[in-house]
């Protein structure tokens, strides 16, 4: 008996090794890829969309190259767009995820990562964060992973997630896990790390994935929404559902702290498009603001200024601490592929061509008591295969000999 311990006592020290290497290797692949990903996503055309008969489809993907969309202008004339990966309208769920899991897995080893959805009201970005309880969206297939991962590390690693949830509409902070809804301010924290944080904000540790959808639901429920023409279902305001997870590496005692921002933006389309009055138009003009100020941010990121005006609107303010330097970020741009909707889908496109632009420089893990993740090149990719076969291997031998 004896034996067999120390047998499984080596072979465990060989998983947890084989598990170091092959976060390793993940985090290799999404560097490879970039640290901030530019996706978009065409919106089929459904009946509803169709105000006008003969309204005709003015973009196209290619089959032949993922990373490339067309949009024809008129006159024969078509403008051609190069982003890290295009879906074409049939594009399911799932498969947009793919492109988005590696980023929450990096959340769980301790990185700071965020994935928003931007793009004209009614172009599909709810659909794509959020989706239905038939055909889940980002939201929900993300946090379905994170606990799949945690389950999986459970032997190594303990967790703590905890989850938090804010509207910002007409500049003001709400939180949507409050019952009241208390408006909310964003301030320095006073304990002189120089972070941010929300006083007053509810933030509620998870235990499961179960536990996070009935969170979710809430949210849904209290974000405000209002019809507009362009979209009767229409959210006029941002949501961003704020997920940190705390985890504890049971050998060393070393600590890492992960946070995941997952943004649905309201829409971004021209004032006189939306027809906007009185109060409707003070969103609009709200709206287009903050947005601004997020293309002022990713301006001065792709510029490599000193000052990044972060302070600028509640939303960059907000989310400082995932769009800054050393951070991992993700952009679905959605875009409507009809005529009438031309103006706002090249105004999305020529945004998504400026974030591309952007480096946010070689991420950092929030990490104490381990070492970083080095000598990251190409040439060592092959060897995250091996590293899988010989976790199963060893994994199949604790199971045997227990």
Known sequence: MSEMS??????????????????????????LKGNIRVLCRVKPVLKEDQHEEGQSVVVTTDPNNESALSVLKGQGRSHNFELDRVFHPQATQEEVFQEIEPLVTSCIDGYHVCIFAYGQTGSGKTHTMEGSTENPGINQRALKHLFSEIEDRKDMWTYTVTVSSVEIYNEVLRDLLSKDGEKLDIKINPDGTGQLHVPGLRLIEVKSFQHIKKLLAQARRNRITFGTQMNQHSSRSHALLMITVLGTDLASGAKTTGKLNLVDLAGSERVWKSGAEGERLKEAQNINRSLLALGDVIQALRGKEKHIPFRNSRLTYLLQDSLGKGNKTAMVVQVSALESNVGETMCSLKFAERVCKVELGHPTSCSHGRPGLQGLNRHTLPGVYSVRLNIENIADSLVYRS
């Open 6 to 31: 120390e047998a499984n006592k080596d072979l465990l020290e060989k998983y947890r090794k084989e598990v170091a290497l092959r976060r390793k290797y993940h985090e290799q692949l999404v560097e």
